[in-house]
């Protein structure tokens, strides 16, 4: 199916093709920049040289490592949720709230009608785009999870705040197909939190990507897996990039009792740990999964965006994805 999709897009990748979740880690001179804006002592001229400097960092290094489909790092973004929230009519933000380990995020409250004011990432995905010949992956969040990680003050029930939020982000999508954008990813990973709540996420997936002509990936993480397999195949994408190193590879014994019927973006390198992956455990992973899964389907990348990871380390994880996917062709 997928190479069916791919030839109509006109897109020729290779075997076990590479990608990455979407974002990196930002440069100190990024950081430092973007403390300076918040204080108001650089202008926002400043901070988007700055956030154009690291972008074009990462597409050069991501070609230089040979990586197939590129994304651009998400450099102009702190949260993926309260940026796109932040660029949202109908948002306001809100105070603190812990996410994970010691990251913290502006959680943010709908008070109004939510609606799409304008292009959000799509500038950042053309600039990325200019860069390199290689495809470049937009990634957006999607509709279910900006509904789940923001207070809802306005709508009368979740699932209304769900597919307002589902209409409005499908216009984003159709901007950056307009544009010639042929991959998209909507990140959905509180999807696997509410496993009573799949039928509304997989009613908001076919609102943000039905009867449009591009490649769609959603990328799910860290959660309870065992309730959502296989009713999760139903959101209407193409490839699921799911997170398989940190839990130890064990969705393979889900894939093994229901074969996994669409494309895959296999994690085979853990973004939670330190400890970078040699080529040789990468390959072992990855050789795992092809004893369960159709090769034709797998896609190779980390199990997770790489942004919590040091630069080093980050480079060293995105060459042992490639090295696996290499070995494994």
């Not at 990586?67 to 949720?81: A, F, I, P, S, W």
């Not at 053309?126 to 789940?148: H, N």
Request: hydrophobic share 45%; with cysteine; glycine share 6%.
């Amino acid at each position: 199916m997928s190479r069916a999709k791919l030839q109509h897009l006109g897109i020729e990748l290779p075997p076990l093709p590479t990608t990455s979740v979407g974002s990196f880690p930002k440069p100190d001179y990024l950081l430092k920049a973007r403390a300076d804006f918040a204080q108001k002592q650089i202008a926002a001229d400043a901070l988007h040289a700055a956030e154009q400097r690291a972008t074009e960092f990462w597409i050069r290094k991501q070609e230089e490592l040979g990586l197939d489909v590129l994304v651009d790092g998400e450099m102009y973004r702190g949260d993926m949720t309260a940026y796109f929230a932040d660029n949202l009519a109908g948002f306001a933000q809100g105070g603190l709230v812990r996410s994970y380990g010691n990251r913290y995020y502006h959680k943010p409250i709908i008070t109004g009608a939510i609606a799409w004011k304008g292009p959000i990432a799509l500038d950042w995905w053309r600039y990325a785009q200019g860069l390199t010949r290689k495809p470049v992956k937009a990634i957006l969040t999607g509709a279910y999870t900006m509904m789940d990680w923001s207070f809802n003050e306005f709508y009368p029930t979740r699932r209304d705040a769900c597919l307002a939020l589902a209409r409005e982000i499908r216009k984003e999508v159709e901007a950056l197909i307009q544009a010639g954008c042929k991959f998209v990813q909507l990140d959905e990973p509180a999807v696997s939190v509410r496993p009573a709540e799949l039928p509304l996420a997989v009613e908001a997936m076919r609102l943000m990507t039905h009867d449009l002509d591009a490649y769609f990936f959603t990328h799910i993480c860290y959660g309870d897996f065992e309730r959502i397999y296989p009713a999760m195949l139903e959101l209407a994408v193409d490839n699921f990039d799911l997170e398989m190193s940190n839990s130890g590879l064990d969705m393979l014994d889900l894939f093994r009792k229901n074969a996994f019927r669409k494309d895959i973006s296999y994690g085979v390198v853990d973004v939670h740990s330190h400890v970078v992956e040699d080529s040789g455990t990468a390959t072992q992973r990855l050789q795992q999964g092809l004893a369960v899964l159709p090769r034709e389907n797998v896609w190779v990348d980390p199990d997770c965006g790489l942004k919590t990871r040091t630069t080093n380390e980050a480079i060293a994880k995105l060459g042992a994805v490639v090295a696996a996917a290499q070995a494994m062709r």
